[in-house]
């Protein structure tokens, strides 16, 4: 595959996106493309190896796998790559999607390998409506919502955190994945995200998804918050600011 071959468009509210096949990482692959700088979003491999094609999707199945959790919520769905590995990998984990754009739930079905499951419930609407409206409780949250490369402000705040907190049952965690440099500057989205989740839901450690990332360089970040954090992904190294 030499050159990237567009497989279909989608051009809606939220703003436009492709659907792509082509060398991704060394890998061939399918890959959602978002937005004027053509930012790759989510992605599947087409070859035969099972590790995930995002590096920070395989470390979120990977901690999912370690705390094989009864009951899951995901904000942010995308093409839905991550719930559907989840599901067809963990057989006693119920699923619930929170994705606020339509459409990308029909290229998931489409293009990205999603298929109805009894256990994988995909519910249209904004991340952060849903959590200050919704009255479930579950073992784990995980957090995946962006515009463009940040996380958005509201998902910083305190109030947000506070109610993710209030949706976990006893012991459960929340895993954000935070794309920023890192600082021990409380005003960057990094420690907005480290001092408001650590304050309302608990102890709260980073993992760089890449070690061989320089700490000055925006990259992905996945930020574990709840009594238990310490006890998950050991394997990892994880980053004291402050």
Known sequence: MDSPRVITTL?????????????????????????????????????????????YNQLLLELTAEINPGSLLILGGGVLTLPTAITNTLVRTKVTVVEINVGLIELARQYFGYRQNARLKVIVDDAGRFMFNQRLKYDLIITDVFDNFTLPLKFRSRQFAAALAGALNTGGLVATNCISFISSDQNSPLGQIKASYAKAIGPTKIIKVDPSYPKEVSQNLIVVSGDKSSQVLKHKVSINLF
């Open 11 to 55: 051009d809606n509210e939220f703003g436009q996106f492709t659907v792509e096949e082509l060398v991704y990482d060394n890998r061939r692959a399918r890959v959602l493309f978002a937005g004027p700088l053509h930012a790759a979003q989510s992605g599947i491999p087409l070859d035969n190896n099972p590790h995930m094609l995002f590096d």
